[in-house]
Nanobody
Framework: QVQLVESGGGLVQAGGSLTLSCAASGHTFSSRAMGWFRQAPGKDREFVAAISWMGGSSRYASSVKGRFTISRDNAKNTVYLQMNSLSPEDTAVYYC???????????????????WGQGTQVTVSS
């Protein structure tokens, strides 16, 4: 089992930056790819970014590529999402998730992740 707790959300002006953190419990964190997803009001949850279990590979949604950076510290059981050049369109609840398969491929669909945090709100004002 993996338990995930996100933090770092808040209110920021357009053009600003935030860094989200996701602290994981459980001894399998370092063997699972990790992802960030987001859900805006009235919209489906969507993929944002993912990082491989060793941290050497990452993948981004086209809407955030070049602005967001995902990273992980397996010694601290934590994954991060650095968000720069934020726009109101980035407003959403952000969720971190742990992959279903140990030491698996880097994937970007919701069904590939079976452990989820409670989410943290990010609001970007114009």
């Amino acid at each position: 089992q993996v338990q995930l707790v996100e933090s770092g959300g808040g209110l920021v002006q357009a053009g600003g930056s935030l860094t989200l953190s996701c602290a994981a419990s459980g001894h399998t964190f370092s063997s699972r790819a990790m992802g960030w997803f987001r859900q805006a009001p009235g919209k489906d949850r969507e993929f944002v970014a993912a990082i491989s279990w060793m941290g050497g590979s990452s993948r981004y949604a086209s809407s955030v590529k070049g602005r967001f950076t995902i990273s992980r510290d397996n010694a601290k059981n934590t994954v991060y999402l650095q968000m720069n050049s934020l726009s109101p369109e980035d407003t959403a609840v952000y969720y971190c998730a742990a992959a279903r398969v140990l030491k698996g491929a880097l994937l970007s669909t919701l069904n590939d992740y079976n452990f989820w945090g409670q989410g943290t709100q990010v609001t970007v004002s114009s």
